[in-house]
C-alpha cells in the first residue's frame, strides 16, 4: 500500500501536480467514477481530465 502511494505521490511530482489536490480530488470522484475511465484519475492523466473550477 505504501510503495503505491509513494509512487503516486512521485508521479505527481513528475506531472508538476500539487499531491494534496490531487488526492482530494481522486477521493471526491471515484466513487462516482465508471470502471472504465478510471485512467483519468492517475496522475498523467488528470491534468487534463479534472472538473474545471467555477469562477
Known amino acids: 500500500m505504501a510503495a503505491g502511494m ?17 488526492l482530494r480530488n481522486v477521493f471526491e470522484r471515484i466513487q462516482s467514477h465508471k470502471q472504465k475511465d478510471l485512467y483519468q484519475l492517475l496522475p498523467s492523466n488528470w491534468q487534463q481530465h479534472r472538473p474545471k473550477p467555477i469562477l
Not at 508521479?11 to 490531487?22: D, T
Open 6 to 22: 509513494y509512487s503516486f505521490m512521485a508521479s505527481c511530482k513528475k506531472n508538476r501536480i500539487n499531491e494534496f489536490e490531487w
